[in-house]
């Protein structure tokens, strides 16, 4: 498999669980990142890596959010005391520093209920 | 600063047709635009690409049109087929972190 995986792909959990999501990146791929989009509307960032170091962290991504990048393969994203305001597609995408252009995932579809 | 205004929202075209989307931009340091295709269910796809120091790329029926001193870029899908259908969007990043800032998307229907 050469494309992003997500695992999982839906996920529907109550309001104050916690949930984590996992992304697998273009294997030889060093950049990771993370988007967030809402009902019809594009992508919003929310953070990106760059092998293991988290480099950027968007203002949309709060205290309940982190993201880690353990040796710089897979990445995970976890929520804490979700919000029915956190429901939304989850992206990541993958892509080589210094090139443009980067290859996303199929997403995971949160709803906190 | 950091937006990217898209239209229209949603678009009709005729199979066979033109179909056109604009985008606008106000962050002059933006170096890089590309643009997505997203079927429902799925991440988005790259479409085309174009950085400002060209005014258009052509890549099969798809072509992308670049106005710097107007802050404007637009895809152009020429002979749209019903295969076409579905959301656009265009984007913008600066610098060497990539990260994009997206247009609100556009809804394209070709009708057969």
Redesign the interface.
């Known amino acids: 498999d050469t494309g992003?995986s997500q695992d999982p792909r839906h996920k529907i959990t109550k309001r104050g669980q916690n949930v984590t999501f996992r992304c697998d990146p273009i294997s030889e791929h060093n950049?990771l990142?993370w988007?967030r989009q809402t009902l019809?509307?594009?992508?919003?960032?929310l953070t990106?890596f760059q092998n293991e170091a988290q480099?950027?962290k968007s203002r949309l991504l709060s205290d309940r959010f982190s993201a880690e990048r353990p040796k710089g393969s897979f990445s995970t994203l976890e929520i804490q005391r979700t919000e029915q305001g956190d429901s939304a597609m989850y992206?990541c995408?993958s892509?080589l520093?210094?090139v443009?252009?980067?290859?996303?995932?199929?997403?995971t579809r949160l709803t906190v209920v | 600063q950091q937006q990217v205004k898209q239209s229209p929202q949603s678009l009709i075209v005729q199979k066979g047709g033109i179909s056109i989307i604009n985008c606008a931009y106000e962050n002059t340091a933006f170096d890089y635009f590309p643009w997505y295709q997203q079927f429902p269910g799925k991440g988005p796809a790259l479409l085309i690409a174009i950085r400002p120091d060209v005014s258009e790329k052509k890549e099969g029926r798809f072509t992308i049109s670049f106005n710097k001193s107007a802050k404007q870029f637009s895809l152009h899908i020429m002979d749209s087929q019903p295969g076409d259908s579905a959301t656009y969007f265009c984007a913008a990043s600066m610098g060497g972190a990539q990260k994009l800032v997206f247009g609100q998307g556009t809804r394209l229907t070709i009708n057969p």
């Open positions: 992003v950049r990142y988007y019809g509307q594009g992508p919003e960032f990106y480099l950027e992206l995408a892509s520093a210094g443009y252009g980067y290859t996303f995932g199929s997403g």
